[in-house]
C-alpha cells in the first residue's frame, strides 16, 4: 500500500487517520509529515500533554486542515498515547488521502 493510504482507513462516511503526534512542539502543525515507521501522518501541538489539552488542539487542527466541524473529530483511541486514531465523520477515506496528499509529498 502506498505511503498515507496506509495511515487511512474507513468508509464512504467517514475516515479514520493515525496520528504520530508531538505535544509542546513549538508550533502547531498538521499535517507535519508521514512518519512510516508508525504508518501514520504526524501532527505537532503546542499545547502540553496535560489535563486534554493537546487532544483538545490535535482535534482543532484536524478540523481546520480538513474542513469539517469539531464535533466531527473524535479521537478513537490513543489518547494517553503519542499514536493516536482520530476519526473524522462526513468525510470519506478517499476524500481524507486526497486532502492530504494535497499537504504531503511522499
Given at each position: 500500500?502506498?505511503?498515507?493510504?496506509?495511515?487511512?482507513?474507513?468508509?464512504?462516511?467517514?475516515?479514520?487517520?493515525?496520528?504520530?503526534?508531538?505535544?509542546?512542539?513549538k508550533k502547531d502543525s498538521f499535517p507535519?509529515?508521514?512518519?512510516?515507521?508508525?504508518?501514520?501522518?504526524?501532527?505537532?501541538?503546542?499545547?502540553?500533554?496535560?489535563?486534554?489539552?493537546?487532544?483538545?488542539?490535535?482535534?482543532?487542527?484536524?478540523?481546520?486542515?480538513?474542513?469539517?466541524?469539531?464535533?466531527?473529530?473524535?479521537?478513537?483511541?490513543?489518547?494517553?498515547?503519542?499514536?493516536?486514531?482520530?476519526?473524522?465523520?462526513?468525510?470519506?477515506?478517499?476524500q481524507a488521502i486526497t486532502v492530504l496528499?494535497?499537504?504531503?509529498?511522499?
Amino acid at each position: 500500500m502506498p505511503p498515507l493510504e496506509d495511515a487511512v482507513s474507513g468508509s464512504d462516511d467517514h475516515a479514520v487517520i493515525t496520528l504520530d503526534v508531538s505535544a509542546g512542539s513549538k508550533k502547531d502543525s498538521f499535517p507535519s509529515g508521514y512518519n512510516p515507521w508508525r504508518s501514520a501522518v504526524e501532527c505537532h501541538v503546542s499545547a502540553p500533554a496535560v489535563g486534554g489539552k493537546a487532544n483538545k488542539a490535535i482535534i482543532g487542527l484536524v478540523a481546520e486542515a480538513f474542513g469539517v466541524q469539531k464535533s466531527a473529530v473524535h479521537i478513537l483511541s490513543g489518547t494517553t498515547s503519542t499514536v493516536k486514531r482520530v476519526e473524522i465523520r462526513g468525510l470519506s477515506r478517499l476524500q481524507a488521502i486526497t486532502v492530504l496528499k494535497g499537504y504531503i509529498s511522499v
